[in-house]
Nanobody, 120 residues
Framework: QVQLVESGGGLVQAGGSLRLSCAASGRIFRNTPMGWFRQAPGKEREFVAAIPMTWSGKSTDYADSVKGRFTISTDNFKNMVYLQMNSLKPEDTAVYYC???????????WGQGTQVTVSS
């Protein structure tokens, strides 16, 4: 089993930044694929970014909509996953979910989600 707890969401103005954190516990291994998804009101949950828990300088992946603005990273000693979000736009408003054991466009384990609201 894997437990994921997100933090760091909030309200920010357009152009601002937020950093989301995810504390992972349980059966997390070096190559466990970790990631972030988001779900906006009235929309389906969508992929945001992915990274293996022990990042080796490659193998990160981003949705086109966030490339160049968001950065995913890990601290494998602490089993933490981060999402640095810069140049935020109102369309980034969503509940952001940390995920473990990504499988295609979904995942086996999910956190409870953290709300990110970007005002215009």
């Amino acid at each position: 089993q894997v437990q994921l707890v997100e933090s760091g969401g909030g309200l920010v103005q357009a152009g601002g930044s937020l950093r989301l954190s995810c504390a992972a516990s349980g059966r997390i291994f070096r190559n466990t694929p970790m990631g972030w998804f988001r779900q906006a009101p009235g929309k389906e949950r969508e992929f945001v970014a992915a990274i293996p828990m022990t990042w080796s300088g490659k193998s990160t992946d981003y949705a086109d909509s966030v490339k160049g603005r968001f950065t995913i990273s890990t601290d494998n000693f602490k089993n933490m996953v981060y999402l640095q979000m810069n140049s935020l736009k109102p369309e980034d408003t969503a509940v952001y979910y940390c995920a473990a054991e990504l499988q295609g466009n979904t995942a086996r384990y999910w956190g409870q989600g953290t709300q990110v609201t970007v005002s215009s």
